[in-house]
């Protein structure tokens, strides 16, 4: 079959990553019987750079036309870099908001778990690394304080920052199906996250998420407090499934768990809207400091490609061979600098990627 992919390198490590992943991509369709075109668009610091704006709206218009999205990591250093001096809505992150929103990417999965191989890169003491964890955090992305209206402004004399935080139910109840859907594939347990003994927001999210655990009478439910999860998540990280959290909280707590692992350079993420179109990226960001050195790890990119293939392409098969010569790559004994330890064999992020193709 044939599929057209926006692929969209961005800044820092993406371009070097993701032309690893386009490589497996490549050889999938070879093996298959696939051919993928490829459609390369700018968006973030590399954007700025060429016309003057993170993300154009032809770029958005090209991204909505392809099959799904393929997307490397955008963003430089904040404090040294010449895209930080612009306005904060012509910065690297406001392109990544903007296609967010435009594609109506609400549902974003972030995928937290400790692959046996790298047990040892797990920063928490070995009597919580040695039960293992596997956890899918499902970040609301399109909603709350990320969009609502912000405001800097001198009230009596003195500077005030404002933003708010607005939810409405029919987008809360959205991204609990979604939750919920993953939990029945998975080990079937949602902990929804919230500060409902604060805000308001919280509180409709918890009536929400209450509403439609009815039809999911096979998923068992609990509610937990933000600042509680944060520690349940170096505490015990095996008692979580699926997380079901808003923006902000989705964004810190994902950050944290991927930490938890060790091995952020491993783990994929996807972004969906109703429908089977998504954007796929690695969680880790640019890494401008190896950028350009042939040092990045391209595992979370090609596993961001597979999740695509499964989720926007259906195409499971193909999904599944790229997961298993990831494992065979990790079995062998293969690691990038981000994950090496005594008794390995270090490689570049090239041949990472020629590795993974080699197994395919
Ligand atoms: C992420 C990032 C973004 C976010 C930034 C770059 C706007 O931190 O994808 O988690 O906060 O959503
Ligand atoms: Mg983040």
């Excluded at 040294?80 to 990417?105: F, M």
């Excluded at 040092?295 to 999740?307: E, Q, V």
Aim: net charge negative; with cysteine; proline share 4%.
């Amino acid at each position: 079959m044939e599929f057209n992919l926006a692929v969209i390198k961005g800044d820092g490590i993406g371009p070097e990553v993701v032309s690893e992943a386009m490589k497996v991509l490549d050889k999938i369709g070879e093996k298959f019987g696939h051919t993928f075109h490829y459609d390369q668009l700018l968006m973030g610091g590399c954007s700025i750079d060429a016309t003057g704006v993170p993300l154009t709206d032809e770029a958005v218009a090209a991204a909505k036309k392809a099959d799904a999205v393929l997307l490397g990591s955008i963003g430089g250093n904040t404090s040294t870099s010449p895209w930080y001096q612009l306005p904060p809505n012509l910065r690297p992150e406001a392109g990544l908001l903007k296609i967010r929103k435009e594609l109506n990417l609400f549902a974003n999965l972030r995928p937290a778990l400790l692959y046996p191989e790298l047990r040892g890169a797990c920063p928490l003491k070995e009597e919580i690394s040695e039960k293992g964890f596997d956890m899918m955090i499902m970040r609301e992305l399109t909603g709350g304080l990320y969009f609502g209206e912000r405001e800097t402004k001198e009230v009596d004399g003195v500077m005030t920052a404002v933003d708010t935080l607005t939810y409405n139910e029919n987008e809360i109840r959205r991204i609990a199906i979604k939750g919920f859907d993953i939990a029945m594939k998975r080990r079937k347990k949602v902990t929804s996250v919230d500060k409902a003994n604060v805000l308001d927001s919280s509180r409709l999210w918890r009536k929400v998420v209450e509403e439609v655990a009815k039809d999911y009478p096979e998923v068992e439910l609990e509610h937990m407090l933000v600042d509680n999860a944060a520690m349940q998540l170096v505490k015990d990280p095996a008692q979580f499934d699926v997380i079901l959290t808003e923006n902000m909280f989705g964004d810190i707590l994902s950050d944290e768990a991927s930490m938890v692992t060790g091995s952020i350079g491993m783990l994929a993420s996807a972004s969906l809207n109703e429908t089977k179109f998504g954007m796929y990226e690695p969680s880790g960001g640019s890494a401008p400091d190896i950028a350009g050195q042939n040092k990045a790890n391209p595992i979370a990119t090609i596993l961001s490609a597979a999740m695509l293939l499964r989720f926007s392409l259906d195409l499971d098969k193909e999904a599944d061979a790229i997961e298993a010569a990831v494992k065979k790559v990790l079995e062998d004994g293969y690691r990038t600098c981000d994950i090496v330890s005594e008794g390995t064999t270090l490689v570049s992020t090239t041949e990472m990627g020629d590795l993974i193709c080699e197994r395919l």
